[in-house]
């Protein structure tokens, strides 16, 4: 499984960047998708997740209401609307993704390289 992050770069304060990961391979099912994001030093950091069932999704709180995720199931992709950034919000941003394939039916999981995200003040 091949999960490939897209969509970063560098954008002023109050901008929007629209982040996209694809998830490709022997896929099964996608049980899972969701963007984290890290800066040096620190611990990775969960923003947003979305499962697939149900469309349930969850934010960490700084990023309610201006961050939203969506999932596309039938090209295995999920996207990340990210709307009136913060500098502080420059990180390295990952995708991840948890599904199955042919020769493991138990949920795993898969993560992109990241992207990096660049908000200037």
């Known amino acids: 499984v091949q999960v490939v992050e897209s969509g970063g770069g560098l954008v002023q304060a109050g901008g929007s960047l629209r982040l996209s990961c694809a998830a490709s391979?022997?896929?099964?099912?996608?049980?899972?998708m969701a963007w984290y994001r890290q800066t040096p030093g620190q611990q990775r950091e969960l923003v947003a997740e979305?499962?697939?069932?149900?469309?349930?999704?969850n934010y960490v709180d700084s990023v309610k209401g201006r961050f939203t995720i969506s999932a596309d199931n039938t090209r295995n992709t999920v996207y990340l609307e990210m709307n009136s950034m913060k500098p502080e919000e420059t990180a390295v941003y990952y995708c991840n993704v948890r599904v199955n394939t042919p020769t493991n039916y138990i949920p795993r999981d898969y993560w992109g390289q990241g992207t990096q995200v660049t908000v200037s003040s």
């Open positions: 979305i499962h697939t069932e149900g469309s349930t999704t």
């Open positions: 391979g022997s896929i099964l099912k996608m049980y899972y």
